[in-house]
């Protein structure tokens, strides 16, 4: 069942975006698709970290930007979360190229930073719509999770 939002939080922390990701991550469930909007340096690798822990895959989660995808977890039965960058795409005629329809059909759980680059490529009714900010302080940050679109 997808949790009543959106819902705002404001963290100071790493250890406090991984933990409200881990929250988020343990009241959604697996199989997400988790679009992390944020300026550079914003936590979403961060957040990222938080799903693996919350979804209970152990992986030291970093961040795409080089190799446009990592996989954590099992290689058998077990949660799997991709980790997307975007970054380096020019839009989503380029998403057959790092085997974005099969990522989408595998129901693994997916989280895809700049996801402007995919367009409507995005599951509308699976993707949790995560937006991070900078706050007040050099610490602080904004985090605001929509859920799908039904």
């Given at each position: 069942m997808v949790p009543a939002l959106p819902e705002t939080r404001t963290v100071r922390s790493v250890p406090e975006t991984q933990a409200f990701a881990r929250e988020?991550?343990?009241r959604f469930g697996p199989g997400f698709v988790w679009s992390l909007s944020g300026d550079l340096g914003a936590g979403k690798t961060c957040f990222v970290q938080g799903?693996?822990?919350g979804l209970g895959i152990e992986a030291a989660a970093s961040s795409p930007t080089f190799a446009i995808a990592h996989e954590y977890g099992a290689s058998g039965p077990g949660p799997r979360l991709?980790?997307?960058d975007l970054y380096r795409l020019?839009?989503?005629d380029e998403l057959e190229t790092v085997g974005w329809d099969d990522m989408v059909d595998s129901g693994d759980t997916m989280a895809v930073e700049w996801p402007d680059r995919a367009g409507a490529c995005l599951?509308?009714?699976r993707t949790v719509r995560v937006e991070i900010?900078?706050?007040a302080s050099e610490d602080?940050?904004?985090i605001t999770v929509r859920p799908p679109l039904s």
């Open positions: 988020l991550a343990r799903l693996c822990d991709v980790h997307l020019s839009g989503p599951p509308a009714d900010a900078h706050g602080e940050r904004v």
